[in-house]
């Protein structure tokens, strides 16, 4: 009986793929009905239950709807979603890094919990596994002999390091457990490899837009940034990256390759091994960012830069604070040739990562929870995905340019030339919605016509009515 129930999933996942499939290649367009339960079942050889689960699965997308004593209908295909973003020009200069008060005026009050919160990029707590969690925290207390009191070694938990090096066969990496050290959330991380290869003065290449986050980072240890722009499809322009380092001394690259925010692009593995080779051959370490990786809509998960890297110079960073548990503050790095350098700078700012939180999220690794609940969030977030592009398709001036994010939770907006999105955000935030203006996301507010969306939370009424507003205001301030 198990196995026919597995296959009967298999087969419903099968014919709402090809489905949909066929809506984004526009063999069904929108207002198409399509075959009733019973035909479907006949022509495809399923039973009545399959193809009923199939269109669910499609109509929870928000592409097809049920209409009474009708059958069921193609709601939405991908005829309006607007033409792809063209790469933002190239920065030659590199630029120090300022702290906008616009990043403040923007995440100062998201406390307000009547606020509609599209400008957080972290998932709804109603996402979160928060029962097992509890669970897993209180077997960590029970089988800890200090009750975690104890501090934890250098490194970090040894089960918790073994279970990152296990998972790490996902993106074909073979480390072990030696190899990783655990930090208090990938923005240490960041920092610790910062700090292993860089001094104050140093150039360091990141991706332009990128998180504002980072420019905070740059200006705290006194370094410079050279921003290199981002095709919206294909991540990190590698040729103009290769043009700059003929000009410029670069120290080292901070990169997000999968799903980089906030415009969510997804670098091809072939691209990813053409970087690594390009730095590997100037002996410049390229600091990844994978705090996205596991947030991919796809069958595979995709591969980092660090499984093409021969030479220990790539320094992998991630954290479980975008898919599990943000308060928990566990993530890690693996630094390769600089593992030493990366554990002194450890041991002089913290010594030891927290104890309690680092075993519980070990237990969650090591009886696998965190992979059902990672193919949970991962289901949800695409479903989230395609809801709220939809509605941008169907509320935004017809003129708006979206991203099409293949994993992560951001869309990046590029609106009409002339509408200043800091106004944007303004005119929003009296409505109670709060949005990312483009201009946070570089060093000299250039992306002033852009803004960043997230889809973290389910798409709900209250979601619906919020982009609706939005699109009316946006339109309101058309030229």
Not at 24 to 34: N, R
Not at 114 to 119: A, F, Q, T
Not at 291 to 307: L, Q, V, W
């Amino acid at each position: 009986m198990a196995n026919a129930s597995l296959t009967e999933e298999f087969l419903y996942v099968q014919v709402a793929e090809r489905l949909e499939k066929q809506m984004e290649s526009q063999v069904l367009k929108t207002g198409d009905k399509l075959l009733s339960l019973r035909a479907l079942s006949l022509e495809q050889g399923i039973s009545l239950s399959t193809a009923y689960k199939a269109y669910v699965e499609l109509e929870n997308k928000g592409l097809i709807e049920a209409r009474p004593k009708s059958g069921y209908f193609v709601r939405y295909t991908s005829r309006r979603v607007p033409q792809l973003l063209p790469a933002p020009a190239v920065n030659r200069s590199p630029e120090k890094v300022s702290v906008d008060a616009m990043i403040r005026r923007v995440y100062d009050n998201l406390s307000q919990t009547d606020v509609v919160k599209l400008s957080v990029a972290t998932p709804a707590l109603e996402l979160l596994p928060e029962a097992k969690l509890n669970k897993a925290m209180l077997e960590a207390l029970r089988q800890n002999p200090s009750s975690c009191t104890a501090y934890e070694e250098l490194r970090g938990n040894l089960t918790l390091r073994k279970q990152i090096a296990k998972h790490a066969f996902n993106w074909n990496g073979t480390l072990t457990e030696h190899e990783v050290v655990t930090t208090q959330g990938c923005m240490e991380a960041l920092v610790f490899c910062l700090k292993a290869v860089t001094k104050p003065g140093d150039t360091v290449a990141i991706e332009s837009p990128t998180y504002f986050g980072i420019f905070n980072v740059m200006k705290s240890l006194g370094l410079r940034v050279l921003e290199i722009p981002t095709d919206p499809t294909e991540g990190i322009r590698i040729d103009l990256l290769e043009q700059a380092l003929e000009t410029t001394s670069i120290a080292a690259c901070l990169f997000v390759p999968n799903f980089c925010n906030p415009v969510g692009a997804l670098m091809p593995d072939h691209r990813k091994k053409q970087l690594v080779k390009l730095l590997a051959s100037r002996e410049i370490p390229l600091i990844e960012d994978d705090i996205y990786g596991e947030m991919y809509f796809g069958k595979t998960r995709p591969r980092t830069c660090k499984s093409f890297d021969t030479q220990g110079l790539v320094m992998l960073c991630s954290s479980v604070s975008k898919t599990l548990a943000p308060g928990y503050r566990v993530g890690w790095c693996i630094p390769g040739r600089f593992l030493e350098q990366v554990l002194s700078v450890k041991l002089m700012h913290t010594v030891s990562s927290a104890t309690p939180t680092q075993a519980a999220i070990a237990i969650f690794f090591e009886t696998g929870r965190y992979d059902l609940h990672m193919r949970n969030l991962r289901k949800a977030l695409h479903t989230q995905c395609l809801r709220y592009l939809q509605a941008i398709a169907d509320y935004f001036p017809r003129s708006t340019k979206v991203s099409r994010p293949q994993g992560g939770y951001v869309l990046w907006i590029e609106l009409e030339a002339g509408i200043d999105a800091f106004e944007v955000y303004e005119k929003a935030w009296l409505e109670k919605i709060s949005i990312a203006p483009g201009h946070i996301f570089s060093t000299d507010a250039r992306f002033t016509n852009y803004l960043r969306i997230t889809f973290g939370a389910p798409y709900t009424p209250e979601i619906d009515k919020s982009l609706k507003k939005l699109g009316r205001l946006i339109e309101s301030l058309r030229k």
